[in-house]
């Protein structure tokens, strides 16, 4: 279910969904730059571009070519020059979501929550063995 809204860009009314958050208009606009900033990476001699370089020739902005980024409409693979930022600190990366500092910390908050977890679990089981005993003393 969509419901009305004004696009963010031009401001015209439309229906807004979750995959569609720009109205129509909008959506050809992107689609028209998509394939400008693809064509140009097609070129062998335009793999090495940085964003600002591809800004500059192809006149996308940035913001636009980091979400097809991000869409992975356009792999960064092959283009040794591009990154987008971490989710988290906006460092600059290649791949994942998360810069390795990043990813190395939110895996340490994952562990202790896992240990905590365990922690938790043992417990319960100590105290269901507490139960399971004192039932069977009394029975
Ligand atoms: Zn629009
Ligand atoms: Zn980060």
Request: charged share 30%; glycine share 4%.
């Amino acid at each position: 279910m969509g419901e009305l809204a004004n696009c963010p860009k031009c401001n015209a009314l439309f229906l807004k969904t979750k995959l569609q958050t720009v109205c129509q208009a909008c959506i050809k606009e992107e689609e028209k730059s998509f394939e400008t900033v693809y064509k140009f990476l097609r070129k062998q001699e335009n793999r090495q571009s940085t964003l600002s370089r591809i800004t500059e020739e192809t006149g996308v902005e940035e913001e636009l070519i980091l979400k097809f980024i991000r869409q992975k409409r356009i792999q960064i693979t092959h283009l040794p020059n591009l990154a987008y930022p971490c989710e988290r600190c906006g460092t600059s990366i290649r791949e994942g979501k998360f810069c390795k500092a990043c990813q190395s910390d939110i895996k340490g908050q994952i562990d202790h929550l896992n240990q905590e977890s365990a922690l938790e679990t043992e417990r319960e089981n100590s105290k269901k063995d507490t139960y399971y005993a004192y039932n069977t003393k009394n029975s």
